[in-house]
């Protein structure tokens, strides 16, 4: 069974009646429980379980120090190239954006890497726009040539690729792949990707399974809280996670939960997540994944960081830069 067949199981469902159907002792019951059943993600996620976020937290907290200690693994993302080929509504890169745009070249990359390696940190993570005609894949596994001198472990976030692509990728030195779906919602997701190679929403959903399959070590998938219904993005997440879990158990999975930041364009988000939204999520997915990997965004405050720590989180970015070339 195909993660989509998963999707298609309960994307017709009203999940915002389910959710709201929840009773407290339901999601008691969900808190103390290790079944990985949608039932018991759907108590987490609901608004009952708002009620008893502190006993989530505990359980949360207890699972991520017997799970992963209490280390956090710190990476920094270096950007190789602004070039998009996307039109999307909620972001500021997108090709109809008059933007001056940017794509390093191999000296600049060294460059790049040399000064990120005098800080200590030994994890990385590669971004590109998503343009094919600008960072091809050829271009991408130069720059791995040039980036595993200097860094233990490269991931990529770059447009959605085929196996042999994640392959070939691997092959050059990449172990991790970060993808995010955005939103969940298929209807949403085509009204917000107007135009480009990211409005396919099927080859973009199954990207994660085709890197696991092509034996990348780490796979991150994440949601854009803001975008469309926070509970069921979370929902679909989880699900999603799961199903990468149980179908390739020698893949660390992780997810991410980044909240939508206002640009220069003029989207504006269906809704406000709340920094109490946001514990709810992460507490919800390391109750119901204990081994899942979670990253913490930059775009939250230092103050709320240090609050979700211990909730559940395990890989945050350092020294952060979103500008072609911003380290140097």
């Known amino acids: 069974m195909s993660y989509y067949q998963i999707y298609s199981k309960y994307k017709n469902?009203?999940?915002?009646?389910?959710?709201?159907?929840?009773?407290?002792?339901?999601?008691?019951?969900?808190?103390?429980?290790?079944?990985?059943?949608?039932?018991?993600?759907?108590?987490?996620?609901?608004?009952?379980?708002?009620?008893?976020?502190?006993?989530?937290?505990?359980?949360?907290?207890?699972l991520t120090v017997m799970n992963?200690?209490?280390?956090?693994?710190?990476?920094?993302?270096?950007?190789?190239?602004s070039y998009c080929d996307n039109t999307c509504a909620y972001c500021g890169f997108n090709a109809a954006n008059p933007l001056p745009r940017k794509k390093l070249s191999l000296e600049e990359v060294e460059k790049e890497a040399a000064f990120i390696s005098?800080?200590?940190?030994?994890?990385?993570?590669?971004?590109?726009?998503?343009?094919?005609?600008?960072?091809p894949i050829s271009y991408i596994k130069d720059c791995l040539k040039i980036l595993k001198k200097y860094f233990t472990s490269i991931s990529i976030e770059i447009y959605a690729l085929t196996q042999d692509e994640y392959q070939e990728?691997?092959?050059?030195?990449?172990?991790?792949?970060?993808?995010?779906?955005?939103?969940?919602?298929?209807?949403?997701?085509?009204?917000?990707?107007?135009?480009?190679?990211?409005?396919?929403?099927?080859?973009?959903?199954?990207?994660?399974e085709r890197a696991a399959g092509a034996r990348m070590r780490n796979?991150?998938?994440?949601?854009?809280?803001?975008?469309?219904?926070?509970?069921?993005?979370?929902?679909?997440?989880?699900?999603?996670?799961?199903?990468?879990?149980?179908?390739?158990p020698d893949v660390e999975i992780g997810a991410a939960i980044p909240r939508l930041r206002p640009y220069g364009g003029n989207f504006k988000a269906d809704s406000n997540i709340s920094d109490k939204n946001v514990v709810q999520i992460i507490t919800a997915l390391r109750i119901f994944l204990p081994r899942l990997g979670i990253t913490l965004s930059t775009r939250e405050s230092s103050s709320l960081r240090?609050?979700?720590?211990?909730?559940?989180?395990?890989?945050?970015?350092?020294?952060?830069?979103?500008?072609?070339g911003g380290h140097t």
């Open 13 to 62: 469902l009203p999940l915002e009646r389910l959710f709201y159907d929840i009773r407290l002792s339901d999601v008691a019951r969900a808190i103390n429980s290790d079944a990985q059943s949608e039932n018991q993600l759907l108590a987490l996620l609901s608004p009952s379980a708002e009620d008893l976020l502190e006993d989530m937290a505990q359980a949360a907290h207890r």
């Open 68 to 81: 992963f200690g209490k280390a956090i693994q710190l990476y920094t993302p270096m950007y190789l190239s």
């Open 118 to 135: 005098t800080s200590g940190l030994k994890h990385i993570l590669i971004l590109t726009g998503d343009s094919r005609k600008n960072s």
């Open 169 to 208: 990728l691997a092959d050059e030195g990449a172990d991790g792949l970060t993808i995010y779906q955005e939103t969940y919602d298929q209807a949403l997701y085509d009204r917000l990707h107007i135009s480009g190679p990211k409005k396919d929403y099927l080859f973009r959903l199954d990207a994660p």
């Open 219 to 248: 796979v991150n998938i994440g949601v854009l809280l803001g975008l469309g219904n926070w509970r069921q993005d979370a929902f679909f997440l989880g699900l999603q996670a799961k199903y990468l879990q149980d179908k390739f």
């Open 306 to 324: 240090e609050n979700l720590l211990p909730l559940g989180i395990t890989r945050m970015s350092a020294g952060s830069s979103t500008r072609v």
